[in-house]
C-alpha cells in the first residue's frame, strides 16, 4: 500500500513537471510562431485595425519607423497611463504586422538626462510634471525614408477612441509627405494684421503648418491646376472674374471652406469705426447656383446659447447675455458628423444662417444649428452702436432651428451657365457642371477665425502665452481635413475603439439629466417671466433702478425662496443619482472582485473534497480487497 502511495506521488510530480514545460514550450512557440494570428472578441473590434488602414498599410512602399516614448517614471506613479501605454504598443505591433515589415515600431523609455530624452525634446514631445519634480514623456515620433517627421506629443487617454485614426493619419502623413495645396481668398488681414504689428492670425500660422498656403489677393482671373483646396473667409465684394474662377474651378472637382458674414466684427474693430462702410460678405451669384439662401442682413440671436458681456448702467458694470455673440456647445453640433469630432464649444459673433432652397439638386446637410428658441434681427441695429439689453429687452422667441453651418455636397451646376464673364481669363475650357462630386463647407459667420474669439493671452514665466478657450481652430482644421482627405481618414473618423460604456450606468444618468434639465428649464423661464415685470417698470430718470410695490416685493421674495427649493430639489435628484450609482458600482465590484473569485474558489474546495472522497473510497476497497 504505502509503495503504490509513494509511486503515486512521484507521478504526479512528474507530471506537474511534464505539465510546466509544457505551458512553457507552448507559450514561446506561440510567441515566435503565431504572433501574427489574433482574436477580437470585443463588441466593437476595438483591437482589429480597419479596412481603410489595412489599404493604407498594403500600399506602402518605404519604410516608417515609429518610436513610442513612454518614460519609466509615467509608468510606475500612474497606473492607467501604463495601461494605456501597453494598449497602445499592441496596437502599433498590429499595424508593424499588417504592413509587411515596412512599419517598424520602436518602444524607447526616455531616461532623465539620457540622449534619448534629448532627442524626445527634438521632436516636440510634450513633457508630462510628475510628483518628484522631474518630467517624463509619453509620446510617439514617426520618421519616413526621407527625415520627414510627424509627432504625436501626447498620447492623452481622451483621445483613446480616436486612436487608430491618429495613428493612422501619421502614418499617412509620412507615405505621402507633399502637402495638400490651400489657397486663400479674404478681405481680413489673416497673413499680416496692423493691429498684431503685422503678425499673422493664429489660424494661419496652424494652417502654414499643414498646408502649402497660396495667399490671393486683387481680382482672380484663375486658380492654378494644383490648388486642391479653397478657403473663402469673409470674401467681400468679388468682381465676376474672380467668382468664375471659384466657380470654375468647383467645376473641375476643387473642394472649398466659405466663411460669409452678416457683420463682421474684426473688420469693424480693425477699421477703428463701427460705422464701416462694408462689414458684410456674400456669395450671392454662386449660392444661387447651388440652391442656398443666405441674407447678409439678418443675424441669429438666441438666448440658450448666448454669451455674457458687460456693459455700463446705472453707474454700474452690469453683466448680461449679448443675444448675438453666440456660444455654441454640443447640443448645437451634428455630433455624427466627423468634422466636429471631440468639438465642445465654439465662440461666434453675429453669425447669419443658410436656407436650402425648395428644389435644390445639391445635399444639404446641417452641421451648426441654433436652439429651437432662436430667432434672426436686422444686422443692421448691430453694426452702429449695439444694445445688448435692448436687445434682450425685445426679443422674441423664434420656434425652429436655425442652420449657421452646412455641409454641401454632390455634382455643382456653374453661376454661369452661358460662359465666362467679361474680363475672365479665356482659352480655358469653360465647365457648366462639375466633372465629379464635389463638396463645400459653408459658415455663415467669420469671426470664428479672429483670434480674440478663441484665444485668451495668459503671463506665464514672463511671457505671453495664448490659450485656447474654443475649438474655433479646430473645426476650421478638420472641415479642410475632411475636404482633402482620402478615403483611408474619411472611413476612420469617428470610430469608437476605446470607450466602453456601462449602458446601464449612462442610462441613469441621462435619466437624472433629463429630470435635471426639466427643473431648471422650468426655472429659467420662470425668471425670464420676473425680469420681464421688473423691466417694464423701469423708470427712464434716475440711475435705472426699478420701483417695485410691496405687493411686487413679496412676488420678488417668494420667488428668491422658489430658487432655493427648487436647487434643493436639483441636489436632492443629484444626490439620488449618486446613491444608485454607487450602489450599482458597489454591486458590479462585489461580483468582480469577490463573488467571482468566491465562485472559483468554492468549486475548486467542492472538487478537491469530491476527488479527496473519492480517493479515499477507492483506498478502502484496495484494502478490504
Known amino acids: 500500500m504505502g509503495r503504490w502511495y509513494e509511486n503515486r506521488r512521484a507521478l504526479a510530480g512528474i507530471g506537474i513537471g511534464l505539465a510546466l514545460i509544457l505551458l512553457v514550450s507552448v507559450n514561446t512557440f506561440a510567441a515566435l510562431k503565431l504572433r501574427g494570428f489574433r482574436l477580437d472578441l470585443t463588441e466593437e473590434r476595438v483591437f482589429t485595425l480597419s479596412e481603410g488602414t489595412k489599404n493604407l498599410l498594403a500600399r506602402l512602399e518605404e519604410p516608417i519607423t515609429l518610436r513610442l516614448y513612454v518614460s519609466g517614471q509615467v ?14 504598443f499592441d496596437l502599433l505591433r498590429a499595424y508593424e504586422e499588417a504592413s509587411r515589415g515596412l512599419v517598424r515600431v520602436e518602444y524607447i523609455d526616455p531616461e532623465p538626462f539620457s540622449q534619448e530624452e534629448d532627442r524626445a525634446v527634438g521632436f516636440g514631445l510634450r513633457p508630462i510634471a510628475l510628483d518628484d519634480a522631474t518630467v517624463g514623456y509619453f509620446g510617439l515620433a514617426g520618421t519616413n525614408a526621407t527625415d520627414d517627421v510627424e509627432v504625436i506629443p501626447l ?22 509627405p507633399e502637402k495638400p495645396v490651400l489657397a486663400v481668398l479674404s478681405s481680413l488681414p ?28 486683387g481680382e482672380i482671373t484663375r486658380i492654378d491646376e494644383d490648388v486642391d483646396l479653397l478657403l473663402l473667409l469673409h470674401p467681400q465684394e468679388l468682381s465676376d472674374p474672380t467668382l468664375y474662377a471659384i466657380d470654375q474651378f468647383l467645376m473641375r472637382g476643387g473642394k472649398a471652406l466659405v466663411l460669409v458674414d452678416p457683420h463682421s466684427e474684426a473688420q469693424a474693430m480693425r477699421a477703428g469705426q463701427m460705422q464701416a462702410p462694408a462689414t458684410s460678405s456674400d456669395l450671392a451669384p454662386l449660392f444661387a447656383a447651388w440652391g442656398i439662401r443666405f441674407d447678409p442682413e439678418q443675424v441669429v440671436a438666441d438666448p440658450s446659447a448666448a454669451r455674457q458681456v458687460q456693459m455700463p448702467g446705472g453707474g454700474r458694470q452690469r453683466i448680461v447675455p449679448y443675444l448675438a455673440w453666440l456660444a455654441l456647445d454640443e447640443r448645437h453640433f451634428a455630433r455624427d458628423h466627423p468634422i466636429l469630432n471631440e468639438l465642445s464649444r465654439l465662440n461666434l459673433a453675429t453669425a447669419g444662417y443658410l436656407e436650402p432652397e ?20 436686422d444686422a443692421s441695429t448691430l453694426r452702429l452702436f449695439p444694445d445688448p439689453l435692448g436687445m434682450l429687452r425685445d426679443f422674441v422667441p423664434g420656434e425652429r432651428r436655425l442652420v449657421i453651418g452646412a455641409l454641401i455636397q454632390g455634382r455643382f451646376r456653374s453661376a454661369f451657365p452661358d460662359g465666362p464673364p467679361e474680363g475672365a481669363e479665356e482659352g480655358g475650357e469653360h465647365r457648366t457642371q462639375g466633372v ?47 475636404l482633402a482627405g482620402s478615403e483611408v481618414l474619411t472611413a476612420l473618423r469617428g470610430r469608437d ?43 427712464a430718470e434716475g440711475e435705472g433702478e426699478a420701483v417695485l410695490t410691496p405687493e411686487q416685493r413679496q412676488a420678488v421674495e417668494r420667488f428668491r425662496a422658489d430658487i432655493l427649493e427648487t436647487r434643493e430639489r436639483l441636489r436632492e435628484v ?7 450609482i454607487e450602489r450599482l458600482e458597489a454591486t458590479v465590484r462585489f461580483a468582480n472582485i469577490g463573488a467571482v473569485p468566491l465562485v472559483v474558489v468554492s468549486f475548486a474546495i467542492l472538487l478537491a473534497l469530491v476527488r479527496r472522497a473519492r480517493f479515499r473510497r477507492h483506498v478502502r476497497q484496495r484494502q478490504e480487497g
Open 75 to 88: 509608468r510606475e506613479q500612474n497606473a492607467f497611463l501604463s495601461s494605456y501605454a501597453d494598449r497602445v
Open 358 to 377: 425648395e428644389e435644390m439638386e445639391l445635399r444639404f446637410e446641417p452641421l451648426l444649428l441654433s436652439s429651437p428658441q432662436a430667432a434672426a434681427v
Open 574 to 580: 443629484q444626490r439620488a443619482l449618486r446613491q444608485d
Open 155 to 176: 498620447l492623452a487617454p481622451e483621445r483613446e477612441r480616436f486612436l487608430e485614426y491618429d495613428l493612422t493619419r501619421l502614418i499617412y502623413a509620412l507615405a505621402y
Open 436 to 482: 465629379e462630386e464635389g463638396a463645400v463647407i459653408v459658415v455663415a459667420d467669420s469671426d470664428l477665425a479672429d483670434d480674440r474669439m478663441w484665444l485668451a493671452r495668459q503671463p506665464l514665466l514672463g511671457q505671453e502665452i495664448d490659450i485656447p478657450i474654443a475649438d474655433n481652430a479646430d473645426l476650421i482644421a478638420n472641415a479642410l481635413d475632411y
Open 190 to 217: 489673416l497673413n499680416a494684421d496692423p493691429a498684431q504689428n503685422f503678425r499673422p492670425w493664429r489660424i494661419y500660422e496652424l494652417l502654414q503648418q499643414q498646408y502649402d498656403l497660396r495667399w490671393l489677393a
Open 497 to 539: 475603439v476605446g470607450l466602453r460604456p456601462f449602458t446601464l450606468l449612462v442610462d441613469m444618468q441621462r435619466e437624472a439629466e433629463q429630470r435635471y434639465r426639466a427643473e431648471e428649464q422650468q426655472l429659467l423661464d420662470r425668471l425670464a417671466q420676473l425680469e420681464n415685470r421688473l423691466r417694464s417698470l423701469e423708470v
